[in-house]
T-cell receptor, first 115, second 113 residues
Framework: AQSVTQLGSHVSVSEGALVLLRCNYS??????LFWYVQYPNQGLQLLLK??????LVKGINGFEAEFKKSETSFHLTKPSAHMSDAAEYFC?????????????FGKGTLLTVNP | DSGVTQTPKHLITATGQRVTLRCSPR?????VYWYQQSLDQGLQFLIQ???????AKGNILERFSAQQFPDLHSELNLSSLELGDSALYFC????????????FGQGTRLTVV
């Protein structure tokens, strides 16, 4: 079964600094990978997804992620953090088996942005 | 706004009771997924329906059941509630059965007292 591991349950950066949130996946088939963001008391919002096309994926709000097969990684980055980026971020992999498809999520990384 | 509507937003109930959570998917989406989010377990997949039929099952307790109606809305029924069932329950929808792109609702926060 496919799975994802998010390294670091809490990341703290200064406003204007680089944001790097780490995600490693395990999959026996070419994966579909996703990053979602959850603001306090909100649902999950899709930031970006990788579906085996371009390895560098651009998403909303200035975020991007690079799929690296050799490292089984799909890290999320943003060049300059804004206060509004403070939220919890989830990496997910689409599990597939027969006719069953579902998203399996990592434990999440809470991003804090300091002024 | 994702277009996925969940009601109610908050629910407080006593142990042993039964509740129903409702989800209206985005217009035209045929798949509905239910997830449970708790502090200790994180986001756990419960069940998926596609066009009225159960398609995949995850870590769903026998006390829980779901269905998808002809108008494509879905309900998650939780019975014999226990304190440990307190969590945020999310519904997501996608246009296909393959979770190519899933859109999440705002969730229902269930508190069992």
């Amino acid at each position: 079964a496919q799975s994802v591991t998010q390294l670091g349950s809490h990341v703290s950066v200064s406003e204007g600094a680089l944001v790097l949130l780490r995600c490693n996946y395990s999959s026996s088939v070419p994966p579909y990978l996703f990053w979602y963001v959850q603001y306090p008391n909100q649902g999950l919002q899709l930031l970006l997804k990788y579906t085996s096309a371009a390895t560098l994926v651009k998403g909303i709000n200035g975020f991007e992620a690079e799929f690296k097969k050799s490292e089984t990684s799909f890290h999320l980055t943003k060049p300059s953090a804004h206060m509004s980026d403070a939220a919890e971020y989830f990496c997910a992999v689409r599990n597939s088996g027969g006719s069953n498809y579902k998203l399996t999520f990592g434990k999440g990384t809470l991003l804090t942005v300091n002024p | 706004d994702s277009g996925v509507t969940q009601t109610p937003k908050h629910l407080i109930t006593a142990t042993g009771q039964r509740v129903t959570l409702r989800c209206s998917p985005r217009s035209g989406d045929l798949s509905v997924y239910w997830y449970q989010q708790s502090l200790d377990q994180g986001l756990q997949f419960l069940i998926q329906y596609y066009n009225g039929e159960e398609r995949a099952k995850g870590n769903i307790l026998e006390r829980f059941s779901a269905q998808q109606f002809p108008d494509l809305h879905s309900e998650l029924n939780l019975s014999s509630l226990e304190l440990g069932d307190s969590a945020l329950y999310f519904c997501a929808s996608s246009g296909d059965s393959r979770a190519t792109e899933a859109f999440f609702g705002q969730g229902t926060r269930l508190t069992v007292v």
